[in-house]
Every structure is written in structure tokens, then in C-alpha cells.
């Protein structure tokens, strides 16, 4: 189980609101450009986390 984490609950935010499948890197570029301090890791992390598939389908999708 994976802690609830203000990284976390931006990328799950932005997941909710978004109109279509954004790719990891989109989701970095985003938060960050928003002021969040987080690394391109902690977005696949959680991506692989929601996905429970080992991460394939949500980091490729947006490519």
C-alpha cells in the first residue's frame, strides 16, 4: 500500500480533470510548471500504482 502523498493527490487531481489520457511526461511538465515538487518517478510510480498492470498501459499511452 502506497502512502497518500500531496505528489499523489496532484497527479490524481489532474488525472480526474483531465479531457483526455495525458502521458507521464505531460503530467511532470504540468504539475511541476504548477509549482509541485516532484520527480518524473513518482508520476510513473503512481501511474503504475492506479493502472495495478505493472505501469504498461498509463505511461504509453499519451506517447
Known sequence: ???ATRQRAAIM???EHATQFPSARQLH???T???HALG???VYRTLQAL???GG???A????
Open 1 to 3: 500500500m502506497q502512502r
Open 13 to 15: 487531481d489532474l488525472l
Open 29 to 31: 511538465d504540468v504539475l
Open 33 to 35: 510548471h504548477r509549482g
Open 40 to 42: 518524473l518517478a513518482t
Open 51 to 53: 493502472t495495478g498492470n
Open 56 to 58: 504498461r498501459c498509463a
Open 60 to 63: 504509453r499511452r499519451g506517447r
